[in-house]
DNA sequence: TTGTAACCTACTTATCCGATAGGATTAAAA
DNA sequence: TTTTAATCCTATCGGATAAGTAGGTTACAA
């Protein structure tokens, strides 16, 4: 039960990139920059986020990455989802793993409810929330930076 | 995001110890055979179980495990604590790997959020809960059978 | 004193994850 | 047209962890 780096470094990319300013294309080096990640290794996670579809680019010198739809539409599971398959807690969830005992597990039935519900709050969750709050704790950080 | 097969088992492993009917103790093998789990490694779970002061038994022959405590008073958080270090979605939750960006940082807190909720369903469920409906579920079952 | 069950510890194997590295491709800029 | 700066793509390495196996020791009832 640990969610890993890539998704972690991937939702706080992506949050860079819908928080830019001007949507002009912010570049790799930036947001490895100011995340603190390695670009290489950055570099990765971008493609996944690309790959994805949740994100878009030019090639070449002058790119920058945009969203390739609105904040609003894109839910955190969604993201999720590029660095991982569909969330399964426990393998017999799927048709494939499942054994014959688990209309009578009440295992089964308690993990599954758990992991319903683990989707449910990454999906009511939109890129655009996460975003506002970003900025808005960011922009206290500023405020406090200039006082100090 | 998986819940490791010890956790699993466990959970069915300590179900089936509170779902017997006179309380005179279960044996392993009972548990491993009903379980369709290998009695080696059940062995490694079983002791985990009571290394986390869940259940007791006698040594020897003719031994068998109970629960320390009535089942209600025992929570799935209980159970998977056994088996896992508190849950952390994130290492940096812990103030030991935290970074400097925590308190402008949006993704922390939306992890942290999710991290609690899911600590709140595992400790919201009883065991009592559970072998409830194993009980309930496993008896449809048998009359099923009877019918077949 | 023998058999059975819990108890304890070590080991093997496989898989996944984080991270690094090197180079290919593209297009703007010189 | 050449250089430069960025994305893009693929391979690989080391470490950690997990699942499961195995062997032997201890305790107790018959």
Redesign the pocket.
């Known amino acids: 039960m ?8 991937g939702l706080r990319a992506i949050i860079e990139i819908a928080a830019q300013e001007n949507n002009k ?7 490895a920059e100011t995340q603190g ?5 950055l ?2 996670i ?2 996944q986020l ?2 994805a579809n949740l ?11 945009q969203l390739t739809k609105n904040a609003s539409e894109i839910s955190v599971y969604d993201i999720y989802k590029a ?2 398959s569909p969330l399964k807690l426990i393998d017999c969830f799927d048709s494939e793993y499942s054994c014959a005992k688990i209309p009578y597990c009440a295992s089964h039935n308690y993990w599954y409810k758990l992991n319903k519900q683990i989707i449910d709050y990454m999906e009511s969750t939109s890129l655009e929330t996460l975003t506002k709050d970003h900025k808005k704790l960011t922009k206290n950080n500023d405020e406090l930076m200039f006082y100090i």
Chains 1, 2 share one sequence.
């Open positions: 640990k969610l890993n780096t890539k998704t972690r470094y294309g912010i570049l790799q080096k930036t947001i990640i390695s670009v290489k290794y570099d990765q971008i493609s690309k790959a994100i878009s680019t030019k090639d070449g010198k002058k790119s920058g990455y660095f991982n």
